[in-house]
């Protein structure tokens, strides 16, 4: 149970007895006008740390086995930043996966499964743009974007 001390309203900060130290937010007002205050990590269970739930590595950890399997580019236009990679769906049904996953974690440790049986054809790594632009235009990658970071690295040198 996520029990609140030493609040302070404007900082919105407090001490969980579950947590430490928190960031809060407002959970509602009383009929008496006085502000209900919750544990920013109660409300959102994705703040805690999954080891704390039984998982055997963090959110950081298991993306990283990841794009390791995946070689830590975007399989389209060769973008090898870690902080702009993400993981997509190839037949574009992740917010189907997202949904029945229930949770970050549980989807990235579903892909983790996946490529250990053998499914790792259903997943690709992408860089943020090339996976906004295949939202954009219909699940379908354009082709002006392939090999961009890779003509755009040999030029630079």
């Known amino acids: 149970m996520h029990k609140l001390s ?3 309203a404007l900082l919105k900060t407090a001490t969980c007895s579950t947590c430490g130290p928190v960031s809060i ?4 007002c009383y009929k008496s006008g006085k502000t209900a205050w919750r544990c920013a990590s109660a409300s959102n269970p ?6 704390q739930l039984g998982y055997k590595f963090t959110y950081i950890e298991a993306k990283s086995k990841i794009l390791d399997h995946y070689g830590r580019e975007c ?3 060769g973008e090898n930043d870690d902080m702009v990679l993400t993981i997509d769906h190839v037949e574009n049904d992740g917010n189907k996966h997202r949904k029945q996953a229930s949770g970050p974690m549980r989807v990235l440790l579903q892909i983790l499964k996946a490529i250990k049986f053998g499914q790792a ?3 690709q790594v992408l860089c943020a743009n090339c996976n906004l632009a295949k939202v954009k235009n219909d699940g379908v990658l354009p082709e002006h974007r ?3 970071w ?6 630079n040198t």
């Open 6 to 8: 030493n609040i302070d």
């Open 25 to 28: 937010r407002t959970k509602g």
């Open 46 to 51: 994705h703040n805690i740390d999954p080891t």
């Open 75 to 77: 399989s389209w236009c």
């Open 121 to 123: 054809h259903k997943f």
């Open 146 to 148: 392939k090999n961009l």
């Open 150 to 155: 890779r003509v755009r690295q040999t030029l």
